[in-house]
């Protein structure tokens, strides 16, 4: 039936990029936790943490074709829509992290977070932890080991350090929990002191507050705290990974890293900002700002222009509206629990973890040797995908499966899930 | 008037994103050609390349609302609309370019190229032209000497070889005309024959057929053509970098590469491609795009949504239907003839140069020394925002009147952008 679009593609498009599903889907409309097939079929979308507050809001689209009638164009005019975006963004973020720069995705956001920081400190070296994504540029696949330590990969070049990722479940089990945060943080300290040692001192230190990539980790509570303490005294300017985290998905905060009580220097912001429209930003502090503002100017063809903007401050209304951060909180709860039941009865499901509506569940073939059952997730999410419900795996041994859906995903929506991955299992 | 506006700005984003004009213009709509402020005076815009089709085209708009009604979801599920774009962008190329990755700005397109033609060559080291501008990412700065030879610069990285700019004015006037594209061949070939004897042999060669921040360059006749043929002889990937000059604002051509009958082995494509909205591509032969494709995906969150590509569907229609190639023609070389009128009346005027609608005005205190009129370049600018005309200076002297407006431009447009300079110059 896609036999003749999958043709098209194949032939127009380079094969380095990928179709979910072995059956691709052919999808046509989106609306709120929803995606249609041109066959009519209806799917629940969990996997899609871009269209943030439900695919095709109306207000969302509405404040787009407003200003889009109007004008659009760059910030080398004045125009208030990105300043009053700038201005929500500060005020929802720790009192020192005031200055924004804003961007066309998630990959310009680290990139210009990288050029802030190695302004700041005069160092290029950076560490990220194991199984990080950060962003499709050059420079960033090179500080992404969930690239490059795959297929068509490389070895880490001179000037990127990775820390072990901080995994409770996967290697620091001998560790009791409660120690298990020092002990991750006592790794971080041995890279970078090991990069010290080697004159390669670190600039930049760039963590996600939960490791999507890596596969949905929920790093010991205080762990990034501690973590950006350490890489500070060390020198480094801590960045907060946000792209996929950010914006209320947590449930209990509206930013990954204050789950963690952690400080960043800059925090990076992408994929739900602009609920699908290519919008990303940065923001730091006045004195990072500052050392970067040395004569050269930064500019940015499509950044910042009055319709992204317009965007990006429907976005942020309809969280704050609709109470998607509290609904993500609840949901985000009602599924975890669910899931934990799952877990008592289905040896399978090795690790359940995560908050608000980004969660992970571990598919384990032994809860001893934690042997990844891959196979086996994908069978899932194959099984889940018949039954119009759309997941997806992640994490080294991609056997993590993902759920992350727009924050207007409901209670029904959840238990629908449930059941899925319930019948799924069992199955 | 604007001091409230400013001051915000100043406290909200960073200060290296700079302003246009001593007395910054707070612009709140656009119509076709024309900008207007918030005391609703109308200015000609004759600067702003990427509101290709005119501000606000409602063409453009309409088809942007309506896709972002239905859906706006990324590549991995199958779409028509990304499929479209690539075949119409396909069939505007040399046949051999038929593989298209689509993206979010001109710095992820080049940042793209690069990880191609590094994968094609297993060579790091990229030719660029002195005085070019190609992206604002870490890597691109370091690709741009427009910006590492300035204020906050810093030396050219080891990897990064710099051949002349082909400036027949400034730099070859004892060269005869007919010799000249020989002789700046002859420069590059030197570049890359030196970098090969460094043992730092090329990878790739980028340029723009009509280099803009070098001081928009128009290279002698075959330049181009030589010098990808000379790169490729030297193993290099040749990228055209059409972010600023494709989609017919040539007049004589589609693409500015073709004007100089030059074949690249990738093009580069921003900017006009969605007239505004951040869209932007990249597209190579089937061999590049299989050497790339080595089992790491290549993802890219918005790059190729269905919204973006609706917009570049809708740009092309525009293009097409309205004959804005053939308006830039004529435009163009109505302007073109009237400076050079100016120029004979004018010994300021050093030299006028460029096709279509893209465009450069040189000005010097001395026809023979060439010493830069930068701040006689910088009052008339300033003299013409005065009089409602939006103009910009650049190059290394900053001192080259840039003169490219939507391709919607008219012969009144012209006329008037005439007189203002003729006056300004007068004056």
Redesign the interface.
């Known amino acids: 039936m896609?036999s003749k679009?999958?043709d098209?593609?194949e032939?127009?498009?380079?094969?380095?990029?990928?179709?979910?599903y072995s059956e691709?889907?052919?999808?046509?409309?989106?609306e709120g936790t929803y995606?249609f097939d041109v066959e009519g079929r209806r799917y629940l979308d969990c996997v899609?943490n871009?269209?943030h507050v439900g695919?095709?809001h109306?207000r969302v689209?509405r404040a787009?074709?407003e200003q889009?009638?109007?004008?659009?164009?760059?910030?080398?005019?004045?125009?208030?829509t990105?300043?009053n975006l700038?201005?929500r963004l500060?005020g929802k973020l720790p009192d020192h992290l005031?200055?924004?720069?804003f961007?066309?995705?998630?990959?310009?956001a680290n990139?210009?977070a990288?050029?802030l920081a190695?302004s700041a400190t005069d160092r290029r070296d950076v560490c990220v932890l194991e199984g990080a994504y950060h962003g499709?540029?050059?420079?960033l696949?090179e500080l992404s080991p969930h690239?490059f330590r795959?297929?068509?990969?490389f070895p880490a070049p001179d000037h990127v350090h990775v820390a072990p990722v901080p995994d409770g479940y996967r290697t620091a089990r001998e560790v009791p929990p409660p120690s298990r945060a020092a002990h991750f943080v006592d790794l971080l300290e041995t890279t970078l002191s090991q990069a010290a040692a080697r004159k390669r001192p670190i600039g930049t230190f760039l963590a996600e507050a939960m490791p999507g990539c890596a596969g949905q980790i929920d790093p010991p509570a205080g762990y990034l705290q501690q973590a950006f303490q350490v890489a500070r005294a060390a020198g480094a300017v801590a960045v907060a990974d946000e792209v996929q985290t950010g914006f209320g998905r947590m449930g209990s905060h509206f930013w990954a890293f204050e789950r963690q009580g952690a400080v960043p220097d800059v925090v990076t912001l992408?994929?739900p900002i602009g609920?699908?429209?290519?919008?990303a930003a940065v923001v730091?502090t006045r004195a990072i700002?500052?050392a970067?503002?040395?004569?050269?100017?930064?500019?940015?063809?499509?950044?910042?222009?009055p319709?992204?903007c317009a965007v990006g401050l429907a976005v942020l209304d309809v969280i704050e509206e609709e109470g998607l951060q509290e609904k993500a909180l609840a949901t985000g709860e009602f599924l975890l629990a669910g899931l934990r039941s799952l877990q008592r009865r289905f040896e399978i499901l090795g690790d359940v973890r995560g908050a608000g509506l980004f969660l992970g569940a571990e598919l384990v073939r032994d809860r001893e040797t934690l042997e990844p059952a891959d196979s086996e997730a994908q069978r899932l999410v194959e099984y889940a995908v018949q039954r119009g419900v759309l997941l997806s795996t992640d994490g080294p041994g991609r056997n993590v499966i993902k759920i992350k859906p727009p924050l207007v995903f409901s209670q029904a929506d959840a238990e629908r899930l449930l059941e899925t991955i319930e019948a799924g299992l069992a199955g």
Do not use: W
């Open positions: 896609n679009i999958i098209r593609r032939h127009l498009l380079g094969g380095s990029l990928s179709l979910s691709p889907l052919h999808i046509v409309r989106g995606l899609n871009v269209c695919h095709c109306p689209v787009a074709h889009m009638q109007r004008l659009n164009t760059n910030t080398r005019y004045l125009h208030e990105v300043l700038a201005e500060s005031n200055v924004s720069f961007v066309c995705s998630g990959s310009e990139e210009l990288l050029r190695r499709s540029t050059g420079t696949i690239k795959g297929t068509g990969g992408g994929k609920n699908g429209h290519p919008l730091t700002a500052e970067f503002d040395n004569g050269m100017e930064y500019f940015n063809t499509f950044g910042g222009n319709v992204s």
